[in-house]
Structures are given as C-alpha cells and as structure tokens.
C-alpha cells in the first residue's frame, strides 16, 4: 500500500523531578544535601531514510511520546536522561505544523535530521551547588522536571524524481515506465488502473534520472473529479514534465488544454516547468492520420511532439533521449543558481 499524507501527534519526554535527600554516614559529620538532578526528558527526531517510499506507518499508528527522565535521587544520584524517539520517513517527505499550516522542515536528502520536539530539562534537586549557600547550607529546595514539548503535525510525500509523467487515463503512461526501467505498474485496458504514483530509474546512453508516473488526471481533476489532483504535488519537484497525450483520440488537442488547464489550475509552479509532448499510440493510427494529428497538436502546442508506441517500441529510445538531454540542462541550470548562491554577498 502506498500513503502519501499523515497526521501525528508528538510528546517529547518530561524532565524527572530533583530530589530532597540529605547524607547520614557514620563517618561523614555533617552530610548535608545530597539529592541529585532529575534527568532530561528525551528528544524526538525525525529522519528521511532511503529505504522507506510511503507514509503508511503513521497511517494508523499517530501518536508516540519519548521517554521521560528518571527522578533524581540521593547520594546525589542524578536520574536518567530519558531515550530519543527517531521517526523514520521517506526523502521527500515535507513536514508542516498542524495547527499554523507552517511548513517546518522538507527532506530532501537521505539522512537529514530535524528535532520535531525538546524534551522537558529535569529538575533541581537540593544536592545541586545552585542551592546551596554559606547562609542556607540545608537547602530543602528542588524543582520538578519541565514538561516535553508537545506538537501535532502533518507530513506530506512529494517523490524526488526528474521527469513527471502526466495525462488523461491510459493515455500509455504506465506502458511506457515499464518499457524502459524497472517498475512493474498495474497496466490494463480501463482508466484509473494507476492509483499510486510509481518511481523507475531510467537509463540511457550513461546517463541516468528518476521518473514517476502521476495517476491519470481528467477535466475537472482541480474539483476533486476522478481521482482528483492529489497526486500532482508529486510533480512539484520534477524538471521536466513528460505530457503523454493518447494519439487515438479524436480530440488530441482539446485533450491536451483539458491537461494544461489541470495543471495551471493546480498551480505551484507545475505548469511552468519545461514540457515535452509524446503522441503515443502511433501503431493504431493509419501514417496520413498520423501527419495530420502531429501537425495539429505542434500547432497547438508551439513545441515539436515526439512520436512513440509503448506497446511495439517504436519511438521510445528518442523520447528517453530527449528526456535525459532537458534532465541534464536543468540539473546544469539548478548547479549554476546554488553555486551564485553560495559566491553571492
């Protein structure tokens, strides 16, 4: 199963309390306070690991409290610090405040850390040094441990891919990732056979980059239509958006806006992205049709459409090709922006 939002609530470990103890040995005249500190309630973490690709863990498991500090004691005898919780999610993964909508953190990198929660100090006891003066040498003074931060949170997974798949339902998406990576989606011959986002690593001519097939979108998807556009937040952070429109269509290009228009309604900066067009399905379209419909949607579009069949293979090395080669300016253009950005004043 695949989960792509939870909801948690959070409870960093208290403080354990000081203690109010005083020494009484035979051969120690004089013992004076000897309670010891409380310890400090433990932290929670949470960390991207690599290996993890949903949410589903915080699906139904939302809540988790860290260990509390131990009391202190005498002897001055200091209590434990109670054990850091780390809560392990997957790169990618944007963590909010659930109460402000704050965005807090965004994992973009396997094994960044981010301390979602404090847990409380532990408390004075009468041992502590901070009590005792030439004035008051039996201090009968403690404090109780502070209280473990405590936060509601929402985490959102946005997939770290190069190359976002978008269109209508078996448009020939999910054809086409199983063609030229590894991925094996659900493929068949009704729409919304994609109901999860799915990754695959393509590799071509040496050169390799991350593509995920987004669930089919339809007119109205912004409005909550089919599966709705839930799923485009994936996109968010894709380079390049690979628009695959169904060449046996009647309608190509009214197909093509009704997409565009999800997108731009979606907003975040999806539709902005550098776009290329692919009229699949070649291999049921008589060659005149063919020329035709190409015209019209180059026309439509002002981009020059690839052509390809996910099911014979026709076309399929010079779309990944022209994917690596748009992959490849953008990453060169997203090393030149952080590299003015770390020279500049």
Known sequence: MFADEAKISIKAGDGGNGCVAFRREKYVPRGGPSGGDGGHGGDIYIEANPHDNTLLRYRYNREF?????????????????GEEMVLKVPVGTVVFDADSGEQVFDFVEAGQRYRAAKGGRGGRGNGNPHFVRPWHQAPREHEDGQPGEERHLRLELKLLADVGLVGFPNAGKS????????????????????????????????????????????????????????FLGHAERCAVVLHVVDGTESAIVK????????????????????????????????????????????????????????????????????????????????????????WSP
């Not at 089919?216 to 839930?230: F, N, P, S, T, V």
């Not at 076309?315 to 060169?332: M, P």
């Open 65 to 81: 409290h860290a260990q509390r500090g131990g009391h202190g004691e005498g002897s001055n005898c200091h209590g434990a610090s």
């Open 255 to 342: 197909a093509y806006r009704a997409i565009r228009r999800e997108l731009v309604a979606y907003g975040h900066g999806v539709a902005d992205k550098p776009e290329i067009v692919v009229l699949n399905k070649i291999d049921a379209i008589s060659p005149s049709l063919l020329t035709r419909k190409k015209a019209a949607l180059e026309k439509a579009t002002g981009k020059d459409v690839l052509l390809m069949s996910g099911v014979s293979g026709d076309g399929i090395r010079e779309v990944v090709r022209a994917l690596a080669r748009a992959v490849a300016i953008q990453r060169t253009r997203r090393r030149t922006a952080e590299s003015a950005r770390a």
């Open 175 to 230: 054809t086409l990732i199983s063609r030229i990576s590894a991925a094996r989606p659900k493929i068949a011959d009704y729409p919304f056979t994609t109901l999860h986002p799915q990754l695959g690593v393509v590799d071509v001519d040496g050169r390799e980059f991350v593509l995920a097939d987004i669930p089919g979108l339809i007119e109205g998807a912004h409005e909550g239509a089919g599966l709705g556009d839930r």
